[in-house]
């Protein structure tokens, strides 16, 4: 009988030493978003963990504000989970958040079988049209209702096709952790209008500025009165700090995280390009390389470089860094 009890403890301890990492970092909310999941993960099991941030929209319907997730076998399947379920807000289409959300109370904690029956699961298109090609099957998930403005924090953790379901043992985990998590979500860790700037040092800040106006190293330099030499350093203070290794990756990621990313409908009324166009326009918004895109269309590697040729033409721009950066800016020729 004391088995079962140690191994609680175990995790309990665990569950606050996690805690108190986050709160560590919790000046910079995508280092304690990512330490969390890493921690998560093999704390309650699982393969890839996300975790939203959602606040009502000026329609009154959620929108993902902060989204973050790890654990993807390839670029790809994480590309297009944030294209579908992420960047046009498909999460509030999904019966899973439809359900979780609808019941009541501060913290709710759910498996999938919860949720949606087995028999109406797998026939479902969740699993089916979105799960499925991403590999994925079971999931377990959470959600946090913060104060009427802030919305509700979800995370959810997923098992690959062919995995064990979640079981309840992993519910109680999951649902220990968040409650005592959440009273820090609404202060210490409460995601602050600075978003992706914050945690970052003065100096760092104003360089990502700077590359997010598209300015490039040299006239970043003369703009913040440094070196080049220095102002590169911090370019690669940057990269570090955003877990990239290149400006593209870097630009794609502080988009993604500030809502800077373009509609990937075409929605903008400064922007009309056919829908070849968007599609690859849309990758490489979401950090790929032309090779990258090229597998996730389909099309031969020359395609997609001329594609990225017109659409260099059409924005009036000569690199990939500032492409992103006029996309932004929604400045089409």
């Not at 004391?2 to 280092?31: F, N």
């Not at 989970?81 to 999460?91: D, P, R, S």
């Not at 999938?112 to 377990?140: A, F, H, K, M, T």
């Amino acid at each position: 009988m004391s088995k079962p009890h140690h191994t609680h403890a175990r995790h309990l301890r665990r569950m606050d030493q996690l805690i108190g990492e986050c709160l560590e970092l919790g000046r910079d909310p995508l280092a304690w978003n990512r330490h969390m999941l890493t921690g998560l993960l093999p704390l309650v099991g699982g393969s890839v963990a996300t975790v939203l941030k959602i606040r009502p929209d000026s329609a009154g319907q959620p929108a993902a504000v902060f989204g973050l997730d790890l654990g993807w076998a390839n670029a790809r399947d994480r590309t297009i989970h944030y294209e579908q379920y992420v960047a046009t807000n498909g999460f509030r289409r999904t019966t899973t958040f439809q359900r979780l959300t609808a019941i009541a109370g501060p913290l709710v904690t759910r498996c999938r079988q919860q949720l949606v029956l087995d028999r109406e699961w797998y026939r479902s298109p969740e699993l089916n049209e979105i799960r499925r090609p991403l590999g994925l099957d079971d999931l377990l998930a959470s959600r946090v209702r913060l104060t009427r403005s802030d919305g509700v924090f979800t995370v959810t953790l997923n098992r690959r096709l062919g995995e064990q379901p979640f079981h309840s043992r992993e519910r109680r985990l999951l649902h220990v952790f968040l409650q005592k998590m959440s009273p820090h979500l609404v202060r210490a860790l409460a995601l602050p209008a600075a978003g992706v700037f914050n945690g970052l040092p003065y100096r760092l800040q104003a360089t990502l500025r700077c590359l997010l106006d598209g300015d490039s190293e040299k006239q970043a330099a003369l703009r913040l009165g440094l070196s080049r030499f220095t102002l590169h350093e911090y370019v690669c203070n940057l990269y570090r700090h955003f877990a990239v290794s290149s400006r593209p990756e870097l630009l794609a990621q502080c988009f993604r995280h500030c809502e800077l990313t373009l509609p990937l409908d075409g929605s903008s009324t400064k922007i009309d390009l056919p829908q070849r166009l968007r599609q690859t326009l849309g990758g490489l918004l979401d950090g790929d390389s032309e090779k990258q895109v090229a597998y996730r269309l389909r099309l031969s590697r020359h395609t997609v470089h001329e594609y990225v040729t017109i659409l260099y033409r059409r924005f009036r721009v000569h690199s990939r860094a500032k492409l992103l950066v006029a996309c932004r800016r929604g400045t089409a020729a």
